[in-house]
């Protein structure tokens, strides 16, 4: 099929110098089905959507037929700092041998988002079941986590050519990798590990990225991380095993010696994606809540959350909570801190909400999408 531009057929950044730009990676070909993760029969083509979130409300400025994939943390997706490039995974893909099953992908997509439409301008080769994506600051390097196999897919970013530096191990097909969350002076990076409950330090010199030799442990199954802008904290989502018992978020000082978890809050079961506000102070996470589960199953809830905690002095506090929709994952965060959208897988769309300091607001406005939201990402600035 010809890859059709399903938004606005003009999209161009010039015309949108002053833009914040979210993307969207979305799968069509997980459907839940009764709590179950199930291929529909002929399902249409995954899709990447990119949207202006430096309006009120957010806008889709375009939607493009690529591939994607909900298996795998919610940051399979990052934008260089620039807003220049989206690079993309799809961890996992129809079987081109049985279509009802899925199997590992092993392809970063480099997407060019200057250009008059979003286009995929390289396809380069990584370890199998490539998931979180980690972009530094200086917009120089990427490190993908390859859960398939334990490794670690370096690319050299120049503008808008993206090399392959090689892959580095650091556990095996067991150790689940997850998100690489890389610190704003691209010195050192988190790598989550859900498949045995660790997250290990990295050391990043230039292209060379090595252990650090230090693992953290934060709670059962670390999936989702981020950093704050200063380098100060960490926040990390464990996903735990999905049973319908609390999971938890964790917090990381990073400027302690050796970093260390310094607290741990218990959260609604699956808390999937997870984001800081840019000024570090706010903790925004996705949980589940049952919502993936089959309707009859003591843990379902009809309706995932958003809640927010405040970080203050290393310690998390409850601030806020709303209704989402449901097995949703993505989230991110406007410039200025007051817009946070939601990807909802089963509902297929955004979910936008405002946040004024005190209240969160669900605005009632979506943003529908061609298949459910996978994974969303901002340029980290």
């Known amino acids: 099929m010809k890859n059709r531009l399903l938004a606005l057929t003009a999209f161009s950044i010039a015309l949108t ?12 070909h997980a459907e839940l089905v009764n709590g179950v993760n199930t291929v529909p029969k002929n399902p249409p083509s995954d ?4 949207i202006d979130l430096s309006v009120a409300p957010p806008k889709l400025r375009a939607e493009i037929n690529v591939p994607g994939s909900v298996i795998g943390p919610p940051f399979s997706v990052a934008v260089t700092p620039d807003e220049s490039l989206a690079l993309f995974t799809a961890c996992m893909k129809v079987d081109p041998a049985d279509p009802t099953k899925t199997t590992e ?16 301008i390289a396809t380069l080769p990584t370890g199998k079941g490539p998931a979180g994506i980690g972009i530094n600051r200086q917009g120089t390097l990427a490190i993908i986590a390859n859960r398939g196999d334990g490794t670690l897919s370096i690319f050299a970013i120049h503008g808008v050519n993206v090399s392959a530096q090689g892959n580095f191990t650091i556990g095996n097909a067991t150790s689940a990798l997850g998100t690489v969350a890389i610190t704003p002076d691209g010195k050192r990076a988190l790598v989550t590990r859900d498949g045995d409950n660790l997250v ?12 650090a030799g230090r693992d953290v442990r934060t709670g059962f199954r670390p999936y989702g991380a981020d950093i704050t802008r200063d380098g100060h904290y960490a926040v990390v989502a464990n996903v735990g095993y999905g049973n319908g018992d609390l999971d ?24 999937e994606g997870i984001k800081l506000s840019p000024d570090g102070t706010i903790c925004a996470i996705v949980v589940h809540d049952g919502s993936n589960k089959a309707k009859d199953s003591p843990f379902y809830h009809d309706h995932g959350q958003l809640l927010l905690y405040k970080i203050t002095d290393g310690k998390f506090a409850p601030l806020a909570h709303a209704p989402i929709g449901h097995w949703s994952q993505g989230i991110a965060f406007s410039d200025d801190g007051k817009t946070i959208i939601v990807g909802n897988m089963v509902e297929k769309n955004i979910q936008i909400f405002s946040w004024d300091g005190q209240t969160l ?15 969303i990402a901002t340029a980290q600035k």
Not at 106 to 116: I, K, P, T
Not at 200 to 208: C, F
């Open 47 to 50: 899709t990447l959507a990119v």
């Open 200 to 211: 290990t330090l990295l050391n990043i010199d230039g292209n060379q990225v090595t252990l």
């Open 361 to 375: 607001h669900d605005t009632g406005g979506t943003i529908p999408l061609h298949a459910g939201s996978a994974a």
């Open 17 to 28: 110098a002053h833009a914040q730009l979210a993307v969207s990676t979305n799968d069509a």
């Open 248 to 271: 938890t978020i964790a917090l990381l000082d990073l400027r302690a010696d050796p970093v260390r978890t310094v607290d741990i809050m218990p959260t609604p079961q699956t808390p």
């Open 105 to 120: 992908d092993n392809r970063l997509f480099v997407v060019d988002l200057q250009s008059a439409t979003p286009r995929i």
